[in-house]
């Protein structure tokens, strides 16, 4: 049995920052005029006249270009390559500092009532470019907001300010409450509560404890014209439609998550986990299913490809199945009972499962992220594609993306692994790397993203499970949704209809309106 110690050291440990990386770009189909600007276009100023509003309600107001620089980098791979290219995503923006609520609402009121550009951050830890101030303005930066509000034993429903660090959150209610959330995104150390929730981020042990969409009670919002709203709670509503999932995800499009109301559980004190090796990606995915189907639900089940097999757990001639769960010893025990019966059933090869997690432990936020296993140079590419869709269609989209990553010139190697399982389907986890020309690497990155998306868009999958959408996805929204986009820009014309909140980002336009452009002029 895997020790209660291990489990909680490889959850504490704190290895969740790989490095200080200078962010990215998706310059790769700009002009060479549209490429020194960043990726910013037409970037809107703010005046001299409101600065000075702002900075009677902020806590700080910053101007300068190196300011707008360091507040507004993140680990977008495209950002990334614009940056080292010399040629920073987003140069031109005012950072406003703010603490309390009250600010927030008035930023908002200003920033409305002169039609400026106004995109909320935090953490900056967002792969997709979700929080880059693509048309300048105002970046509304709320880590300040970090108060644990209220915590309510009975119904285990805790309240917390949206600009609170993952780990400080998840090591306050573990020490203070003996309660955890059950969310270990690789970005724990490094994002926020809001940043989760606006994302729509999951965590490494979604199986069992759901994504953060199952999460949030209800949550607190400001909307463009400085109102605040409340959405949510309620176990369970039938007052209408959903207004609460309206919100999560939205990427701050809509309003600014300001305090959030978030489902606990009890800390675990007992913890197993065991390995099984298959012999194909295709016969692990169907292990993966039948243990769903069958009604297991480990808080981890992860597949891993030949490559990531080889790289993460040095068994590069099989595909590693790591299950493991926590909570109550009987519930426990029944999960991974159900779980080894299926695999031996599916002709599954058991490993030496402590090994294989305590290795698991150790490299669990890094595998897939930093190109392991490839020498290093000046033109190399690593990024990840989190994608899901139906097990019917897993295997194929399996060997379609791969292919289609391996067949870009400069790809060093397309890999896998299964992260998030569900009843119906399941997270595909893709990696893509590649080694080019310096010069080459905005193209090629573009390229490999192409080719991958147009293989989920043939399959009808979704183009992404938990990373969101920002402004990499943003290319492909609109066959991915179709006429449900212009849904998504009609509520959001009526919520924001200057267009002011994060413009660019869900596929949705840049442009401002008119009022908003007259100023800018």
């Not at 490429?35 to 600065?51: E, F, I, K, N, Y």
């Not at 012999?279 to 169907?286: H, P, T, V, W």
């Not at 590693?320 to 002709?347: K, W, Y």
């Not at 033109?379 to 993306?401: K, N």
């Amino acid at each position: 049995m895997i020790s209660k110690e291990a489990i909680k050291r490889g959850y504490n440990r704190g290895n969740y920052l790989v490095g200080k990386h200078t962010p990215p770009d998706w310059a790769g189909n700009l002009t060479a005029e549209g490429q020194r600007a960043g990726m910013q276009r037409d970037p809107v100023t703010v005046s001299d006249a409101v600065l000075d509003q702002l900075r009677a309600q902020a806590d700080a107001v910053m101007t300068t270009r190196e300011e707008a620089i360091a507040w507004t980098r993140d680990w977008w791979a495209a950002s990334m390559i614009a940056e080292t290219g010399g040629c920073p995503a987003t140069p031109h923006a005012v950072i406003v500092r703010v603490s309390e609520i009250p600010q927030i609402q008035a930023v908002m009121r200003i920033a409305h009532d002169n039609s400026i550009p106004l995109t909320v951050s935090a953490g900056r830890s967002n792969v997709t470019g979700a929080a880059l101030p693509v048309r300048g303005g105002i970046v509304l930066d709320v880590c300040d907001l970090n108060r644990l509000i209220d915590f309510d034993p009975h119904s285990q429903i805790v309240e917390v300010e949206a600009g609170m660090f993952g780990d400080v959150f998840e090591q306050t209610i573990q020490q203070e409450y003996g309660m955890t959330m059950g969310h270990w995104p690789s970005s724990f150390g490094i994002s926020t509560v809001g940043g989760w929730v606006a994302c729509r981020g999951a965590g490494q042990l979604s199986t069992r404890y759901g994504k953060i969409e199952d999460m949030v009670y209800g949550m607190d919002v400001v909307l463009a014209d400085g109102r605040l709203i409340t959405v949510g709670g309620a176990p369970r509503s039938a007052t209408g439609p959903d207004l609460l999932q309206l919100f999560i995800g939205s990427e701050g499009t809509l309003g600014a998550i300001v305090r959030v109301r978030l489902k606990l559980h009890r800390l675990p004190d007992y913890g197993r986990a065991v390995a099984w090796g298959f012999a194909s990606f295709a016969e692990g995915l169907e292990a993966c299913r039948h243990i769903l189907q069958h009604g297991a639900s480990p808080a981890a089940l992860r597949l891993y490809d030949n490559l990531e097999s080889g790289v993460q757990f040095g068994l590069p001639e099989t595909n590693v199945l790591l299950i493991a769960d926590e909570g109550e010893p009987e519930m426990v025990d029944a999960t991974l009972a159900v779980s080894n019966r299926v695999c031996q059933t599916q002709r599954g090869e058991p490993l030496k499962s402590e090994a294989i997690f305590e290795r698991w432990l150790d490299t669990r936020y890094l595998t897939g992220k930093s190109a392991e296993g490839f020498a290093r140079s000046p033109g190399l590419v690593a990024d990840t594609l989190e994608m899901v869709g139906r097990w019917r269609d897993l295997a194929a989209i399996y060997d379609e993306v791969v292919a289609a990553i391996n067949a870009v010139p400069g790809t060093l190697a397309g890999s896998a692994h299964q992260s998030h399982a569900y009843v119906d389907g399941a997270c595909l986890y893709f990696s893509l790397r590649g080694d080019v020309e310096v010069s080459a690497r905005a193209a090629w990155y573009r390229a490999a993203w192409d080719a991958a998306n147009a293989v989920l868009l043939r399959h009808n999958a979704s183009l992404s499970h938990h990373h969101g959408v920002g402004l990499l996805r943003s290319p492909y929204m609109r066959e991915s949704l179709g006429e449900a986009l212009t849904v998504l820009a009609d509520i959001k014309r009526a919520l924001d209809p200057h267009g002011i909140l994060n413009p660019g980002k869900l596929g949705l336009s840049d442009n401002l309106s008119s009022h908003a452009q007259a100023n800018h002029d």
